[in-house]
């Protein structure tokens, strides 16, 4: 599958954004969708997860600002970003797994990602 990241750009601090993931090549079905991020000089870190079943999980430091979601009508997942801050400013690539975890080692294949910045 290709994933193919997009909807980045320059935000203010306390602003939005909205990044989409589209699939292609095959199905995302049954899979766990992910979004990851990495900082400059910073390891890739987990963001937010959505399964098939739609059960999500935030990484703490985007709990109740960020809301992930996918519509497999047309293999698309979204991550509704608000509240944004500086720290947030990142490369962030969408991910697909058979498995849930939030280690990016687990990880094969990434995205060209779609950079965030957010100034202060």
């Known amino acids: 599958v290709q994933l193919q990241a997009s909807g980045g750009g320059l935000a203010q601090a306390g602003g939005s954004l909205t990044l989409s993931c589209v699939a292609s090549g095959r199905t995302s079905s049954g899979y766990t969708m992910y979004w990851f991020r990495q900082a400059p000089g910073k390891e890739r870190e987990f963001v937010a997860l959505?399964?098939?079943?739609?059960?999500?999980q935030y990484s703490e430091s985007v709990k109740d600002r960020f809301t992930i979601s996918r519509d497999n009508a047309v293999s698309t997942i979204y991550l509704q970003m608000n509240s944004l801050k500086p720290e947030d400013t990142a490369l962030y690539y969408c991910?697909?797994?058979?498995?849930?975890?939030?280690?990016?080692?687990?990880?094969?294949?990434w995205g060209q990602g779609t950079q965030v910045t957010v100034s202060s």
């Open positions: 991910a697909e797994n058979s498995r849930i975890t939030t280690d990016p080692a687990h990880f094969s294949a």
């Open positions: 959505i399964t098939w079943s739609d059960r999500r």
